[in-house]
Every structure is written in C-alpha cells, then in structure tokens.
C-alpha cells in the first residue's frame, strides 16, 4: 500500500532557530517528491519538487533532501520566522498514466518569539 | 506562478440544501482539475478528478450523485455538495496542473473552501 509517513507530527521552535522535518514513503512507482506548505485555511503552496535524480533542492531558506535507495526525504529550515508556522506536507507522485499523489499527514510547525 | 481559484472561501447551509463550489485556474488551461477533502487535522483526501468536456472520476468510497462535479471550460470546474448534512463539513481544496509539465509539474492548489453545514 502506498503510504507517506511524516515526522515528527507538531515541532515548536523560536524564531531563528533551525529545523529538520522527515517524510518516509513506500510509494511505487516513484515519480517525483513535492514539499508544500499549507497555512491554517489556505490551500498548500509547493516548496520543492524532486525526481529520482535529484538529492537536494533548495528554495530560499527551505532545502529538501532526498534518498530514493532509502525513501526518505526530509525538509531543512533555516532561520525560522514567525511566517513559517504552517503545516508542511510531503507529497509523493507515482508514474505511468494512473498516476497518482499521495500526501502524508503533515508536520504542523509552530515558530515562536 | 500560476494561479488557482475558489468560490467562496467560506459557506454556512442549513441541512438539506445544496451548495455549489467553483475552481478556476486563472492564467493557465487545465483539462484536469482535482477536488480533495481535508478534516480539521487530518491530510488532503482526493475525492474525485474533473476532466473537461467527460465524466469526473471518483475515488473509491466518494459518492458521484452527492459530489456532483462539472468541468465545463478548460479554466473551471465546479464541485456541488448535495443535500449537504453536518457530515459535510469540511475544508474543501482544488488544484490543476498546468498542461505538459512533465515529470516536473507542479499541481497549483486553490485557496480552499470551508463548507459548515448546520
């Protein structure tokens, strides 16, 4: 069964602080891995998208990793600011015309001053 | 970057009536829109794929004749909850890809509808 798990599920940090979120899969077969992040009542924004290729990607103060040999993925920020308390989500695509998304849970993030 | 729609953001119905929700993607054609169901908490679960000018399809579980789905344009579909019920509550969120992306597409999510049914 196609499944992402994410951890940990809620993280509170301080502001400018650091922090690692994780995202494991079992999704075959693997297309690309997408990161968003979703406010409290808006629909969720892409971070990241990664294929098989590729085992880094950044954008801004967001960086995503990914092991395809491991399915693991996990989504570094930098400098945490009081805007990115949201809940972020990993998303995996399978390939081939049924093609399909599969989200996980969400790690909802809390930065605080 | 590309932007997707929705109509309203928010919806109060009494039991019984039926609310429409409209998705549009603004700057791009979609022939594909996807309608997804998220509970206070809980992932985004697909409900149903709208396709332009033919029948949306359901996932396992989804009831067609109580999500009626119409994709009538390349830039709008529309999700209308049927004699909705408490049940129905929920946040409601399209999303549409715009065309030959490839492996690299990226699915646009609208802002999201929340849908309480009194």
């Known amino acids: 069964k196609n499944q992402v798990e994410q951890s940990p599920q809620s993280l509170i940090i301080l502001e400018g602080k650091n922090c690692t979120l994780q995202c494991n899969y079992t999704v075959s077969p693997f297309s690309n891995l997408r990161w968003y992040k979703q406010d409290t009542g808006r629909g969720p924004v892409s971070l990241t998208i990664m294929t098989f290729s590729e085992n880094t990607k950044s954008n801004g103060r967001y960086t995503a990793t990914l092991d395809a040999d491991t399915k693991q993925s996990s989504l570094h920020i930098t400098a945490s600011q009081l805007s990115d308390s949201a809940s972020y989500i990993c998303v995996v695509r399978t390939t081939g015309t049924a093609s399909k998304l599969t989200f996980g849970t969400g790690t909802r993030l809390q930065v605080t001053l | 970057g590309a932007v997707v729609s929705q109509h309203p953001s ?41 396709n332009e000018g033919s029948k949306a399809t359901y996932e396992q579980g989804v009831e067609k004749d109580k999500f009626l789905i119409n994709h009538a344009s390349l830039t709008l579909s529309t999700l ?28 646009y999510f609208g802002p999201g509808t929340r849908l309480l049914v009194l």
């Open chain 2, 10 to 50: 928010r919806v109060i119905c009494k039991s019984g009536t039926s609310v429409k929700i409209e998705c549009r993607s603004l700057d791009f054609q979609a022939t594909t829109m996807f309608w997804y169901r998220q509970f206070p908490k809980k992932s985004l679960m697909l409900m149903a794929t709208s």
């Open chain 2, 80 to 107: 209308t909850v049927t004699s909705a019920h408490p049940e129905d509550s929920s946040f409601y969120i399209c999303s549409a890809s715009p065309p030959f992306g490839g492996v690299q597409e990226t699915q």
